[in-house]
């Protein structure tokens, strides 16, 4: 696949790029929310904003970014990548949309019956953070995301790497998955706010929760 980027000209250009762009483009549903979002901010969405800080300017952001893992096997396809400068310090933005649907597998169901590759994977994500190897009923997607982020932050050579859930449930549904995560890695969760975690690398890893907004839910 070539590495050219081609700008989007509109909401309809993310589509192509989904694993199942008929099944997975609905009103309501993740994908189409956060294009509208993303499109619509014309950079940064405010929610993210908050999050990365007023001055925080969106470089450039790619759809659906394939992030290989160490291990083999799939890909994490983050919703969105985005390379932001902030006054300081540019970081890589790794972003995990939902509206109602969780985070996939936990650990242990991801595990089960489970490669050798799988338990190299998990072995050198928890190197990228910089913890011991999770308890079981944490949620894999929230650690292979997080792991992305960092890979780029290392590819890229920027300051910081962030994953931050943009999520358009006005309910804020799996968010106590994501405050387990959080817990796991020693920061009490709060939304919209910055969660900072030092990495074994000397860089800081950014976690937050954003709400987005519901207007890009509508059919």
Not at 45 to 50: H, L
Not at 105 to 114: E, F, M, P, S, V
Not at 134 to 141: I, M
Request: proline share 6%; hydrophobic share 45%; aromatic share 8%.
């Amino acid at each position: 696949m070539s590495k050219i980027l081609v700008p989007t000209s509109g909401v309809s250009d993310w589509q192509r790029l989904l694993a199942d762009p008929e099944r997975h483009w609905r009103a309501g549903f993740s994908a189409m929310a956060t294009a509208r979002s993303w499109e619509a901010a014309k950079g940064l969405p405010p929610e993210i904003t908050q999050i990365l800080g007023l001055d925080a300017e969106l470089l450039f952001a790619i759809p659906e970014h394939k992030v290989p893992l160490p291990g083999g096997g799939r890909e994490s396809q983050c919703d969105v990548f985005a390379l932001v400068r902030t006054m300081d310090r540019t970081v890589a933005l790794a972003v995990e949309a939902k509206v109602n649907e969780p985070f996939d597998r936990t650990i242990g169901d991801w595990l089960a019956n489970g490669s050798v590759g799988k338990h190299r994977r998990l072995a050198a994500i928890c190197n990228l953070l910089g913890c011991p190897e999770p308890p079981s009923d944490l949620r894999y997607q929230l650690f292979h995301r997080t792991a992305a982020a960092i890979i780029e932050a290392h590819r890229m050579n920027t300051g910081a790497a962030a994953m931050i859930v943009q999520s358009f449930s006005q309910e804020h549904r799996w968010f106590e998955d994501f405050a387990a995560f959080c817990a796991f890695l020693g920061l009490r969760s709060e939304r919209s706010v910055p969660l900072v975690r030092q990495l074994p690398d000397g860089r800081d890893l950014i976690l937050g929760w954003a709400t987005g907004d519901p207007q890009h839910l509508a059919g």
